[in-house]
């Protein structure tokens, strides 16, 4: 009989403990997968908190999927066309240049702006209301993706994938561009009053040496290939101080920064425009700007973003 009691108690400990076991861990796995819900979500949190404060900084952006008008604009989102600069007044809204067209699937997202020959003519954004320009302190940066061969896709003479200015390059300007003959290097020009650079002129100001000097950075072995998109950010801060200074990079990477931009940039913003493809012949797509100078972290985020700038609106 107590032999049996016995039994009948050594079963019924047993039974406890292995309840006791398996509660336990039924528990800890409950526990394992609610803090992976908590990972992710914190993880998730993080990333739109990034896309916020790009999303804030925004002031313009084309996709170019379907049309040249603007996704997302604080100013006018129209494009216009011009025969050229001195004609403003004859300016079309929409794009008007036969060799300047939607492609269709070819962008680096969607469809892309594709250019195939070098003509007369502009296409352009106002600047006004896209662009936070300020006669103090002027910060901004300015995104965009290009597809090209520079070595047999461009014609001869220089070539500019973008120009914002209320004059021209060298007044007040902010652009890259290619140089006139192979091996072409790819460079940054952040210009100010050509009055104040330049105030007694002799020669063209394109082979100025001061005006030379002012283009920085220079990359001598770009990272541009016909079946490769190219990631282009001009960044730059403290514009109309006696700080400023601008960055270009390229596919994420800083490829150079000029420092000590003390010639004041001095625009009528109603005449400012947002010059794109001047001389160009290729591809371009996802035209970004934005309304302060952006941080690596999130110049990488632009680069590596999996649905182009549209994820963050």
């Known amino acids: 009989m107590k032999h049996t009691q016995f039994y009948s ?22 526990n394992d997968q609610n803090s992976q819900p908590d990972e992710e979500k914190k993880e998730e949190t993080e990333e739109k908190s990034d896309y916020t404060a790009l999303k804030n900084a925004l002031t313009f952006y084309a996709s170019f ?7 997302f604009a604080l100013g006018d989102k129209q494009m216009y066309t011009v025969p050229s600069r001195k004609a403003k007044d004859s300016a079309k809204v929409g794009l008007h240049k036969p060799d300047i067209s939607i492609a269709k699937g070819k962008g680096k997202y969607g469809d892309g702006l594709l250019f195939t020959e070098r003509s ?20 901004g940066a300015v995104s965009f993706w290009l597809q090209l ?5 461009l014609e001869p003479g220089y070539c500019d994938p973008i120009q914002i200015t209320d004059v021209s390059y060298n007044d007040a300007a902010i652009w890259v561009d290619f140089t006139k ?7 940054l020009g952040v210009i100010g009053d050509r009055e104040v650079w330049n105030p007694n002129p002799e020669g063209p100001d394109n082979e100025n040496p001061i005006f030379l000097e002012k283009l920085k950075p220079v990359v001598k072995t770009p990272p541009f290939g016909k079946e490769v998109w190219t990631h282009i950010l001009i960044n730059f801060s403290g514009l109309n101080t006696q700080n400023g200074e601008a960055s270009l990079y390229m596919n994420g990477e800083l490829k150079g920064t000029r420092t000590n931009i003390t010639t004041p940039f001095t625009w009528d913003l109603e005449a400012s425009n947002i010059y794109i493809g001047l001389g160009y012949i290729g591809l371009m797509d996802e035209l970004s700007i934005f309304s302060r100078k952006l941080t690596d972290e999130e110049i990488s985020t632009i680069y590596t973003l999996q649905n182009g700038v549209q994820s963050i609106l």
């Open 120 to 139: 007369k003519g502009n296409i352009y954004y106002p600047s006004k209301g896209n662009i936070a320009y300020s006669k103090e302190n002027w910060s």
């Open 181 to 187: 003959e192979n091996p072409r290097d790819f460079r």
């Open 9 to 30: 108690s050594s079963v019924i400990i047993i039974i406890i403990c292995l309840f006791a076991f398996t509660s336990c861990k039924q528990e800890t796995k409950s």
């Open 149 to 153: 061969d520079p070595g047999t896709d």
């Open 65 to 71: 999927d379907n049309d040249v008008e603007a996704n």
